[in-house]
């Protein structure tokens, strides 16, 4: 039986075995809920990094450039972290360099994985849909705040975890935990969430658009994929 | 007003603010419910460390020793890590070395907060009114597993905030996640942690008569609080 994991900040990611795996990154607030949409409205390639250097290097060879820092956009940089930032048709068939807080590290700690997918509410059944179908054993890297483990990114390992949870054994408590969280939230998720440290974050920036927007389920068919350290969207998918 | 935190594994514990607070330690299974029934049934002091040669050295020191590795008892000490054998009536007036797997790190990582206490459900009512007497602010450190989250420390630390966040400012997500567990869990624990994978552990070594007692909530009045490195049952306590 296959099994799936729950890493739940990328501050504990050592303690996980990614050789074999499928990692799905989950920042749901927000750099992987607007990688998923930026996919979904055409950009071709995104390249996630995690420092702002990189990103200003990558800026400076004439990649459009997308910086967030304390939940704001980074001075100098052509994009924030708003999913309705991707949704720009200026924005088809380009490439992005990337650099979040916490989405863009959790993505190049987890390159040792055989596959590294993106995983948001957004496109969460076209994720469940293709761990049922691959034989990997899967292990979700929730992206955390800072080191810390967040709400909301427990939340959708939990759902994840609970979509999964016939056909998967749930050996790690971590697993356990996000999955009683989802149980606990699934049918008011913006409710229960309101009083996460990152609500209370981007309430305080005005981003109550932004987070009613990240907690919608299923809204985009599309599945990116890191390829040799870039952002693709899997071209294999139905 | 007051704050409560939850840090859910030590290995996470650089990332949390200790001065000024009072750790509660936790370890459910099964370090600090053995603790506070040894000092419950008489045990005068606890010298918590947490390498095994630092156990074998107090030990030929003449004091009595308990040890612990991978939920077994380590070879050569006297004492192994089941609350039933701190009931002994020899144990009176004994000072113990203890080190087991995670309980002991969590309080040797926790010795820069202005207090240590050790926490169990078999001491929670205890903790609870202390907590809420005391002016400080609150952090639960969490054992866990070799550095990983456990279910059922995660449902203590949810337990004691549920009792206290009409009193204090629930800022942290990880003391959101155990109060959402502890909801979740609490008119029957024993089920819900049934599939932890500590619990699945300690049934495979016939341990069911340990993880019941560790379960049972308010047994003993009595508070264990570190004191220049070492255990014991504070006296102004009611």
Redesign the interface.
């Known amino acids: 039986m296959k099994k799936i994991d729950v890493c ?2 990328p ?2 990611l050592h ?1 996980y075995r990614l050789t074999g795996k499928i990692v799905v990154v989950v920042d749901i607030f927000r750099a992987t809920s607007c990688m998923t949409t930026a996919f979904a409205h055409g950009v071709a390639k995104i390249i996630p990094v995690a420092q702002l250097d990189e990103c200003r290097a990558l800026q400076k060879q004439g990649l459009i450039a997308a910086a967030e820092r304390d939940a704001r956009k980074a001075e100098g940089f052509d994009l924030d972290n708003s999913p309705f930032s991707y949704m720009n048709p200026e924005l088809i068939g380009q490439t992005i360099a990337v650099t979040t807080t916490n989405g863009t590290l959790a993505i190049t700690k987890s390159i040792e994985a055989d596959q590294v997918l993106i995983g948001s509410f957004l496109n969460k059944k076209t994720i469940v849909d293709y761990l049922h179908f691959m034989p990997n054993d899967v292990l979700i890297v929730c992206a955390g ?7 909301e990114d ?1 939340l959708f390992a939990g759902a994840v975890v609970c979509s999964l949870k016939n056909d998967f054994f ?5 697993a ?2 996000a999955l ?2 989802y ?3 699934k049918f008011n998720m913006i409710k ?1 969430i309101a ?4 609500v209370r974050r981007l309430h305080g920036l005005g981003l109550i658009r932004d987070i009613e927007f990240c907690l919608r389920e299923d809204v985009y068919d599309v599945l990116p994929v890191l390829e040799n350290g870039i952002l693709v969207k899997m071209k294999t998918v139905k």
């Open positions: 739940p900040t501050e504990l303690l705040w800072k080191g810390k483990i967040n709400l427990m749930v050996e790690d408590d971590s356990l935990s009683m969280i149980e606990a939230a229960f009083n996460s440290s990152h």
